[in-house]
């Protein structure tokens, strides 16, 4: 029986990813195999696999992820897979988590302060730690630079469909995900410091994210 090959987008979050898993992922000659239906869809024996989760890389709401235990099961399970990686600038991807971290409803408030000092503790800005140890685990890693994509959107597409050898697909180019002003984000991060009941923060930032996603609001 022919062994499926295997490619695995292992992220990081806030690098384009819900761009790719959107807008091109879908598109290209392959059996895309998104997070959402990870448990349900076989492998393809004929056509090239690709699985997206940027949650094997980093997983905002458990900051010790331990992202080399997830390697190591990875390799266990598909040792031959060939590994996909995108890295961001590190002040600016840490400010981008630590927007998203907040604009979650459900999770508790948090100074940018502390939660970069549990990021930093937790070994997460350690890239070149990780890129090398995906590199001991798998025969073919590609690491590509989110920066890369803002610049070139089709020649960073360009670069995985060559790493996979498969054709570039058509795609619309705009981005998926809008980010908040930086005033929205500090409306935000001011209501869910105040010593007010967890229901009334969680309904407030919700209100706010939904007018702030209705129109340009601020």
């Known amino acids: 029986m022919k062994r499926p090959e295997i490619f695995i987008h292992v992220g990081l979050p806030k690098t384009g990813t819900t761009f790719l898993q959107e807008k091109v992922f879908p ?26 989760d940027e949650d094997l890389s980093h997983k905002i709401d458990i900051f010790g992820i331990n992202r080399y235990e997830v390697a190591d099961r990875i390799h266990r399970l598909f040792p031959n897979a060939k590994i996909i990686v995108v890295f ?3 002040k600016k991807w840490l400010k ?11 999770r508790p408030y948090m100074s940018f302060e502390k939660f970069r ?46 790493f996979m050898g498969v ?21 935000i991060q001011f209501v869910k410091s105040r010593n007010i009941s967890l229901w009334w923060k969680n309904k407030i930032v919700g209100l ?11």
């Open 208 to 218: 706010l994210i939904f007018m702030f996603n209705q129109g340009n609001y601020m």
């Open 167 to 187: 054709e570039v697909p058509e795609f619309d180019p705009n981005p998926t995900n809008v980010s908040l002003t930086e005033r929205q984000l500090k409306l």
């Open 117 to 162: 000092d549990v990021m930093i503790k937790s070994g997460a800005l350690e890239f070149e730690k990780y890129e090398e140890y995906l590199r001991k685990l798998f025969p073919s890693v590609l690491t590509l630079q989110f920066e890369d994509m803002k610049k070139d959107m089709y020649g960073f597409v360009s670069k995985i469909c060559e």
């Open 88 to 90: 961001r600038e590190k």
């Open 27 to 52: 598109k290209m000659d392959v059996n895309f195999i998104c997070k959402e239906n990870l448990a349900t869809v076989k492998l393809s024996p004929n056509k090239l696999n690709l699985i997206s």
């Open 96 to 106: 981008s988590l630590y927007n998203q971290y907040l604009k979650s409803v459900y």
